[in-house]
């Protein structure tokens, strides 16, 4: 992983931190989501529409902000593991969450091309070394 690839992942993140998903541009067209089993519901389409609509309908249950803060950026060499807490308040019955978990991202030509959600960091390293073995 290259540098500027970490730092696109970082530049990503503040603006997570802030409740800002607007760009788009850090993504390939053909980007691969993948969810761990703590969003069943999830159903994902390929690509960059099935990122954004996956990404609508899990935002639209929350009040905004909802916020995805950074603290850690695990390289590790093809792709990266980023430790996250996300926040938000439910629309619902108006309750505060809080919840760790880690994102692991691969980067090709600049551009997001997998992003994998995962309840933790171990999680997301364990599904690394999978995709790599692949």
């Known amino acids: 992983m290259s540098a500027q690839d970490v730092e696109l992942l970082r530049g990503l993140y503040e603006d997570w931190a802030k409740g800002d998903y607007s760009r788009a541009d850090v993504f390939a067209p053909d980007i691969e989501l993948s969810i761990d089993d703590d969003f069943p519901d999830v159903m994902i389409e390929p690509g960059l529409a099935g990122l954004q609509s996956a ?3 899990w935002f639209s249950a929350w009040e905004k902000p909802f916020t995805i803060e950074a603290h850690e950026f695990v390289d590790l060499g093809e792709q990266v593991v980023v430790t996250v807490t996300w926040s938000a308040v439910n629309k619902v019955n108006g309750t505060r969450v809080e919840r760790p978990g880690a994102h692991l991202w691969r980067i ?9 959600l995962c309840r933790d960091r ?3 390293v364990v599904a690394a070394s999978v995709t790599a073995a692949d």
């Open 55 to 57: 990404m609508r309908m």
């Open 108 to 116: 090709r030509d600049g551009k997001a091309a997998a992003l994998k």
């Open 122 to 124: 171990a999680e997301a």
